[in-house]
């Protein structure tokens, strides 16, 4: 994308073979923790390099939601729109 090429996607949401009624409900951590603390090291290593106090350390919160699994096909979402079917795709 930054060589300036084109690039094209398709969103297409294909129906899942998978009884929408046949689910397993998950709780899930929906944090990026890791990621955040990399990032924090990497900005106070460069911080520290130019003679710079680091920054104050955050307490990250961590968000938890609930999903739905499909016992016949794990791999596919549950999806809910208004006006369109909901199920697994």
């Known amino acids: 994308m930054v060589a300036g090429r084109v690039l094209i996607t398709d969103s297409t949401h294909l129906k899942a073979n998978a009884n929408k009624r046949k689910l397993n409900k998950q709780v899930v951590e929906c944090s990026p923790k890791e990621y955040i603390e990399d990032l924090d090291n990497a900005i106070n ?3 520290r390099k130019h003679g710079k106090k680091p920054l104050q350390e955050k ?3 961590a968000k938890t939601k ?3 699994i499909s016992t016949t096909g794990p791999e ?4 809910v729109r208004d006006g369109k079917p909901e199920g697994f795709f």
Do not use: A
């Not at 596919?76 to 999806?79: A, T």
């Open 59 to 61: 307490e990250v919160v």
């Open 45 to 47: 290593e460069d911080r």
């Open 76 to 79: 596919s979402g549950f999806m």
């Open 66 to 68: 609930e999903v739905k």
